[in-house]
C-alpha cells in the first residue's frame, strides 16, 4: 500500500480513534510546557537554560506546522522571526505610541506583517517545488535584508533599540520584568498555542488534506484536493508563530533588532535540525528535538566554548543518518506494546 493510499484509508478511520491518539501526544506535550513552565519559576538559576529550551522548542514547532505536515523546506523560514522583532518595536520608535500599549501594539502589527508577507510569498513561492521553492525563500529573505539596509529604514543596518522607550513606558524594573520574565512567559503561551493549532490541524480536513500532499502532492491535487489553497494555510499559520517568536524572544527580550542577526538562515537551519532530530511531522518530534538540541548546544558552549559546533554536527548527522524518521519514529518502530509504544503510536 502505497503512502497516498494510506492517508485516504486514514479517512475512514472513525473520527474518535484518531482524536484520542491525537489528544493523548497532546497532553503529554502540554504537560512537558507545565514542567519547563514549573522549572523556570521554580529554579531561577536555571531560567536561563529553560529559556534556550523554550526557544528551540516552539521554533521547532512553528516550523513543523509547514515543513512536517508538507514536506516543503522554506529556508526562508527566519523572515517571518525577523519581521516579528521589527514589528514589535516599530510602535515604540516610530509611531509615537507611549505606556503599556507599545507591547500589544507591537504583538499585533508583528503578526499582521508576517501574515501577509506570508500570503503574498505563499501565494507565489507555493507554485513552485523542490529547490526552486527554496531558492524563492532564500532570496525573499534576502531582498528584505538588503532592502531594509540599502533604503536605510527602520535603522537601516544599525537597526533599532528601544530600551530607552521600554524604560520610558514600564520604569527600569518594569523594562527588566518585560525583557526577561514577562517576554519569556510570552514564548511559552506562544508554544501551547501552536500544540492546539497542531492538534486542531491534525483533527480537521487540514491534516487530512496536508498529509496527502506531503505523500504524493500530484495524487492528492488528482484526487481533487486544493493542493495550494492547503498549503498556504500551513505556511501562513507556520509564519504567524513564527512572527511571535521574533516578538518575545528577540524583540521583547533584548529590545534590539539588527538586521544581520534577524535574517539570519543559520535560524532556519536549527529549525530544520530540531524538526528532523525529533520527528518531523509529530506533535512529541519537536519537543523532543528541541529540547536535545538545546541541551546539547548549552553545555558544549560552557564546557568546550568554541568548539560547539564542530562537536555539535557530527553528532547531529549521526543521529539522523540512524534515525531517518527522527527520534519519535525510530521509538516508535522498535517498541513493542508497551506503555512507551502506546505514548508514541
Known amino acids: 500500500m502505497s503512502r497516498i493510499e494510506l492517508a485516504i484509508k486514514l479517512r475512514r478511520i472513525p473520527r474518535t480513534v484518531v482524536a484520542i491518539h491525537i489528544m493523548k501526544r497532546a497532553s503529554i506535550a502540554l504537560a512537558v510546557y507545565i514542567l519547563l513552565l514549573l522549572v523556570y519559576l521554580g529554579y531561577p538559576k536555571a531560567s536561563q537554560l529553560v529559556a534556550m529550551i523554550l526557544f528551540y522548542v516552539v521554533l521547532g514547532q512553528a516550523f513543523n506546522i509547514f515543513m512536517g505536515m508538507t514536506g516543503y523546506v522554506d529556508f526562508g523560514y527566519v523572515t517571518f522571526l525577523a519581521l516579528g522583532a521589527y514589528g514589535t518595536l516599530l510602535p515604540a520608535k516610530y509611531l509615537g505610541l507611549e505606556g503599556w500599549l507599545i507591547v500589544p501594539a507591537g504583538i499585533a502589527l508583528a503578526l499582521l506583517m508576517g501574515a501577509i508577507i506570508a500570503l503574498i510569498e505563499g501565494g507565489i513561492a507555493l507554485r513552485l517545488r523542490g529547490a526552486y521553492f527554496a531558492i524563492a525563500t532564500i532570496g525573499l529573505n534576502e531582498g528584505i535584508r538588503y532592502f531594509i539596509e540599502g533604503a536605510n529604514i527602520w535603522g537601516g543596518s544599525l537597526g533599532i533599540i528601544a530600551v530607552k522607550e521600554f524604560r520610558s513606558a514600564f520604569g527600569r524594573e518594569g523594562a527588566r520584568f518585560l525583557m526577561t520574565t514577562a517576554a519569556d512567559i510570552m514564548l511559552w503561551t506562544a508554544g501551547l498555542l501552536a500544540v492546539i493549532v497542531t492538534s486542531t490541524f491534525l483533527l480537521s480536513r487540514i491534516g487530512f488534506a496536508l498529509q496527502a500532499i506531503r505523500e504524493d ?46 535574517f539570519n538562515i543559520h535560524y532556519t537551519v536549527e529549525a530544520i535540525v530540531v524538526v528532523m532530530l525529533g520527528g518531523s511531522g509529530t ?63
Open 217 to 262: 502532492e500530484d495524487a492528492a491535487h488528482a484526487l481533487g484536493i486544493n493542493t495550494t489553497k492547503y498549503k498556504v494555510i500551513a505556511f501562513t499559520m507556520s509564519a504567524v508563530f513564527g512572527s511571535l517568536i521574533g516578538s518575545t524572544y528577540w524583540a521583547l527580550k533584548g529590545a534590539y533588532v539588527e538586521p544581520d542577526h534577524v
Open 283 to 345: 506533535l512529541l518530534g519537536p519537543i523532543i528535538g528541541g529540547t536535545l538540541y538545546a541541551l546539547l548546544n548549552y553545555y558544549f558552549n560552557v564546557l568546550l566554548p568554541g568548539l560547539q559546533l564542530l562537536l555539535l554536527a557530527p553528532i547531529l548527522i549521526g543521529v539522523v543518518v540512524a534515525m531517518p524518521e527522527g527520534i519519535v519514529g525510530y521509538i516508535r518502530s522498535k517498541a513493542k506494546k508497551t506503555i512507551i509504544r502506546e505514548i508514541f503510536s
